[in-house]
């Protein structure tokens, strides 16, 4: 009997669950390091850290309450490889807009204006993509593993998940 840690080193699972792992761990590094950086950088004020952590998490969270319904059919019915595709393009024009608010208010230029909606419209962005992720690492597997491996690399893929979000909190 071989362990589910045996999916790792197959190229059929291996990118999807580095892929995975790095979704987990891009939000929540993100979602923390720009809290972070707003509160003490930004405002530097301690006293809004709790205002400003529960609206990004809410802003991040918004998302998977309006859209969750609609990402799983969409998983169901379109060609999951090419969801996986655009989502990942989405994510990297979404950091992009991020990394230009980070910019901006680093540089105090345009703060409240620009700098301050950008990040938030970032964390709002990441809070659809991962949505719309969510149910496709789940679906794609059944295509790329065999009947028995299914559950092993399900198991797998939530244990990374986990794993990244942590890391992601730890880091950010």
Known sequence: MTTSTHLLRQRRFLPLFLTQLLNALNDNLYKNAMVLFVVYQVYDSPETETFISGIATAVFVLPFVLFSATAGQLADMRDKTKIIRW??????????????????????MQVDLLAIPLLFAALFAMGVHSTFFGPIKYAILPQHLKKDEVLAGTGLVEAGTYVAILAGMMLG
């Open 87 to 108: 989502i990942k393009f989405a994510e990297i024009i979404i950091m992009s807009v991020g990394a230009t608010g980070l910019v901006l208010a680093a540089r105090g």
